[in-house]
């Protein structure tokens, strides 16, 4: 296997919360390649979510091999500046900051890098155009539509050039038509700039509308197909 | 926007919460500030009694009261001093107060004097050569003539006060008097007074050759102590000796006494303004947790959201010092403008470290009602946060 090519290898991963009550994570492997876009499904309960937070390095798994972009998650101190550099968020709630404008909300990451106030509204004016949202850009989130917020989140999620876009139920809360439109977008802009796209869902037409769909099932890897 | 445009801007999320955390340290700092200028102003008042020219010793009656009124002592003895040892210059002055019965009449003014204690006013009689042992240095107009039996010279707290100028005359005694000159001398006691010949007001008050007390300045080496020891050693039951900074001193006491109480509100305010801090800023913490969560999903550091969370409480209590001050020099000057009694005692200082002093409080109260509440925030697990409804 070519080290360069994965972006993400995971084996034999596991977390358990409650003083190991529940076994969250029991043993998962999974190993996703630079560029890929893959769903992952399951039941309630099942990892998911746990799966997307050991990824994206909001939590450390207890024992097993977890290496993101390079970086042995297992080892590295540096966890902030891994997530700010390696990671995008888009979570089922948008979780935009309610007294902040649309184009402040994108900046919002942009404080751990090393770009000035000009630059950071250039880059955010920038994603928000190819979000079609350039037009609300001072408003506040609570004046938008749930789509709308959901495609500045996403504005927002590649703001810091991301390696990994992390998608839990990002159309949860929409929508079907809406969760279309922001899942064509999160696709289209996985193609553009060329961040590989990691998104749970619960609905069986939008995760088969990955490049491969793989299920999780009482902490562990059920099924993995290659869609297309 | 910049990262202290963003701690600036959250403060004003919750504005109900805000306002009280920030009217509750206003009322300590308004405290802090107003006490400060008052006492400032008293300080240096006190401090100008003291400075150079003006006489360091006053000589009174032995048994006689410490201000000095009416005439206790024999003219005699004004010159007579001058031969002890130490003692480079002397004069005699007679205090005596006319009542605002008799001053309603005075000036241009129409509404009834209610200055002075009791609504009196202090005169004090001396020779002009000797004015500058009282600390009149310099006289707005010219200093009254010895010869003339109806000029005097007024302070300029009481010309304020009575709206007098130049010019002008008063009665006194049933007399009337033309104000040749006014002064500042910087003592809110000096200031309040009037000035005129020693021998004119011996006459009015049928004081003939006596005077109230004997202003002695020293040789330039003498030490103060000493000559003052010497005087009361000379004339045994006859003359007892106060020096200016023994005065000063008193009064400096007495004022430290009201800096200490000012401390101590101080410490009180930053104790009451970090309470509520904390708890405002434990409340906006909590209420923001999964915000709190979001940042560190994008990779915010620890120590920026404690940055964050500590900044926002500083511009709590910074807010707080600049509404806290405004009203403390706007009430200290509506005091002093709507009441002439007080403004005739009392100059408030604006000295800096009045202000650095309230500054620092606030910025204190700031700190330490935002340490832990940040320390929290930065301290959340991120997972925990974000699954917080
Ligand atoms: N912080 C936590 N503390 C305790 N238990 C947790 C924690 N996080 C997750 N769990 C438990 O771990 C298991 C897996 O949770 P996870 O959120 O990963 O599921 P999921 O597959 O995302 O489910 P859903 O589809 O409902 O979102 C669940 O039993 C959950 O209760
Ligand atoms: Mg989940």
Redesign the interface.
């Given at each position: 296997m070519n080290n360069t090519e994965n972006v993400i290898e995971i084996k034999n991963l596991k977390k358990s919360y409650d003083h190991g009550n529940i076994k969250a994570l029991n043993g998962i492997d999974l190993t996703v390649k630079k560029g890929e876009f893959i769903s992952i499904m399951g039941p309630s309960g099942a990892g998911k979510s746990t799966l997307l937070?050991m990824i994206?390095a909001?939590?450390t798994a207890d024992e097993g091999i977890i290496k993101v972009a390079g970086i042995d998650l297992m080892k590295t101190k540096k966890l902030?500046?891994?997530?700010?550099?390696e990671?995008?968020?888009v979570?089922q709630?948008h979780?935009l900051?309610?007294?902040?404008s649309v184009i402040?909300n994108v900046?919002?990451?942009m404080?751990?890098t090393n770009a000035n106030?000009s630059e950071?509204?250039e880059r955010a004016l920038e994603l928000l155009k190819s979000v079609n949202l350039e037009k609300k850009i001072e408003q506040k989130p609570t004046k938008l539509s749930g789509g709308e917020r959901q495609r500045v989140a996403i504005a927002?999620a590649l703001v810091?050039h991301p390696s990994i876009i992390l998608a839990d139920e990002p159309t949860g809360s929409l929508d079907s038509k809406t969760g279309e439109v922001i899942l064509n977008l999160l696709k289209e802009l996985h193609t553009q700039e060329n961040v590989t796209l990691v998104m749970v869902t619960h609905e069986p037409y939008v995760g088969n509308m990955a490049e491969r769909l793989v299920t999780v099932l009482d902490g562990k890897c059920k099924t993995d197909e290659k869609l297309r | 926007?910049?990262?202290l445009s963003?701690v600036v801007?959250?403060p004003?999320?919750n504005k109900t919460r805000s306002a009280l955390a920030i009217v509750g340290i206003a009322i300590g700092i308004m405290v802090i500030v107003a006490l400060g200028m008052v006492t400032g102003g008293l300080k240096s008042s006190t401090q100008s009694t003291l400075k150079a020219g003006a006489a360091e010793i006053t000589a009174l009656q032995t048994g006689s009261n410490s201000f000095g009124s009416g005439g206790t002592l024999n003219e005699s003895l004004v010159n007579d001093l001058l031969s002890t040892n130490g003692v480079k210059d002397t004069a005699g002055i007679l205090r005596a107060t006319n009542t605002s019965s008799s001053a309603s009449s005075l000036g241009s003014n129409s509404s009834q004097s209610s200055f002075g204690p009791g609504g009196s006013i202090s005169i004090t009689g001396i020779d002009s050569g000797k004015l500058s042992l009282v600390g009149i240095d310099n006289v707005n107009g010219s200093a009254f003539n010895n010869g003339s039996t109806d000029e005097i010279i007024i302070g300029k707290t009481f010309a304020q006060d009575q709206n007098l100028t130049v010019g002008n005359t008063i009665n006194l005694y049933g007399k009337d008097f033309k104000i040749t000159g006014t002064f500042e001398t910087g003592s809110f006691i000096t200031d309040a007074g009037i000035y005129m010949p020693l021998s004119t007001l011996q006459n009015l008050t049928s004081n003939d050759n006596k005077i109230s007390a004997i202003l002695v300045k020293v040789t330039d080496n003498a030490n103060v102590t000493t000559v003052s020891q010497n005087i009361e050693s000379s004339y045994p039951n006859q003359l007892t000796t106060t020096t200016a900074e023994a005065t000063a001193g008193r009064i400096n006491q007495g004022l430290g006494f009201i800096d200490t109480a000012s401390w101590a509100i101080s410490l009180l305010a930053i104790f009451i303004g970090a309470v509520g801090v904390i708890n405002t800023m434990i409340m906006s913490v909590y209420e923001r947790t999964?915000?709190i969560?979001?940042?560190?999903?994008?990779?915010?550091?620890?120590k920026?959201i404690l940055g964050m969370i500590l900044g926002e409480s500083i511009v709590l209590t910074l807010i707080a010092f600049v509404v806290g001050t405004i009203i403390a020099v706007v009430g200290v000057e509506i005091l002093l403008t709507y009441s002439p009694s007080v403004s005739g005692i009392i100059k408030p200082s604006f000295a800096l470290d009045i202000f650095a002093r309230a500054f620092l409080v606030a910025f204190l109260v700031g700190v330490i009602g935002g340490l832990y509440p940040a320390y929290r925030a930065s301290r959340l697990?991120?997972?925990e946060a974000?699954r917080y409804e």
């Amino acid at each position: 296997m070519n080290n360069t090519e994965n972006v993400i290898e995971i084996k034999n991963l596991k977390k358990s919360y409650d003083h190991g009550n529940i076994k969250a994570l029991n043993g998962i492997d999974l190993t996703v390649k630079k560029g890929e876009f893959i769903s992952i499904m399951g039941p309630s309960g099942a990892g998911k979510s746990t799966l997307l937070n050991m990824i994206g390095a909001l939590d450390t798994a207890d024992e097993g091999i977890i290496k993101v972009a390079g970086i042995d998650l297992m080892k590295t101190k540096k966890l902030n500046q891994f997530r700010s550099q390696e990671i995008g968020f888009v979570f089922q709630m948008h979780n935009l900051i309610p007294n902040l404008s649309v184009i402040e909300n994108v900046e919002i990451p942009m404080y751990e890098t090393n770009a000035n106030s000009s630059e950071m509204r250039e880059r955010a004016l920038e994603l928000l155009k190819s979000v079609n949202l350039e037009k609300k850009i001072e408003q506040k989130p609570t004046k938008l539509s749930g789509g709308e917020r959901q495609r500045v989140a996403i504005a927002r999620a590649l703001v810091n050039h991301p390696s990994i876009i992390l998608a839990d139920e990002p159309t949860g809360s929409l929508d079907s038509k809406t969760g279309e439109v922001i899942l064509n977008l999160l696709k289209e802009l996985h193609t553009q700039e060329n961040v590989t796209l990691v998104m749970v869902t619960h609905e069986p037409y939008v995760g088969n509308m990955a490049e491969r769909l793989v299920t999780v099932l009482d902490g562990k890897c059920k099924t993995d197909e290659k869609l297309r | 926007m910049s990262f202290l445009s963003l701690v600036v801007k959250n403060p004003f999320r919750n504005k109900t919460r805000s306002a009280l955390a920030i009217v509750g340290i206003a009322i300590g700092i308004m405290v802090i500030v107003a006490l400060g200028m008052v006492t400032g102003g008293l300080k240096s008042s006190t401090q100008s009694t003291l400075k150079a020219g003006a006489a360091e010793i006053t000589a009174l009656q032995t048994g006689s009261n410490s201000f000095g009124s009416g005439g206790t002592l024999n003219e005699s003895l004004v010159n007579d001093l001058l031969s002890t040892n130490g003692v480079k210059d002397t004069a005699g002055i007679l205090r005596a107060t006319n009542t605002s019965s008799s001053a309603s009449s005075l000036g241009s003014n129409s509404s009834q004097s209610s200055f002075g204690p009791g609504g009196s006013i202090s005169i004090t009689g001396i020779d002009s050569g000797k004015l500058s042992l009282v600390g009149i240095d310099n006289v707005n107009g010219s200093a009254f003539n010895n010869g003339s039996t109806d000029e005097i010279i007024i302070g300029k707290t009481f010309a304020q006060d009575q709206n007098l100028t130049v010019g002008n005359t008063i009665n006194l005694y049933g007399k009337d008097f033309k104000i040749t000159g006014t002064f500042e001398t910087g003592s809110f006691i000096t200031d309040a007074g009037i000035y005129m010949p020693l021998s004119t007001l011996q006459n009015l008050t049928s004081n003939d050759n006596k005077i109230s007390a004997i202003l002695v300045k020293v040789t330039d080496n003498a030490n103060v102590t000493t000559v003052s020891q010497n005087i009361e050693s000379s004339y045994p039951n006859q003359l007892t000796t106060t020096t200016a900074e023994a005065t000063a001193g008193r009064i400096n006491q007495g004022l430290g006494f009201i800096d200490t109480a000012s401390w101590a509100i101080s410490l009180l305010a930053i104790f009451i303004g970090a309470v509520g801090v904390i708890n405002t800023m434990i409340m906006s913490v909590y209420e923001r947790t999964r915000e709190i969560g979001v940042l560190k999903a994008v990779g915010w550091t620890d120590k920026r959201i404690l940055g964050m969370i500590l900044g926002e409480s500083i511009v709590l209590t910074l807010i707080a010092f600049v509404v806290g001050t405004i009203i403390a020099v706007v009430g200290v000057e509506i005091l002093l403008t709507y009441s002439p009694s007080v403004s005739g005692i009392i100059k408030p200082s604006f000295a800096l470290d009045i202000f650095a002093r309230a500054f620092l409080v606030a910025f204190l109260v700031g700190v330490i009602g935002g340490l832990y509440p940040a320390y929290r925030a930065s301290r959340l697990s991120p997972t925990e946060a974000l699954r917080y409804e």
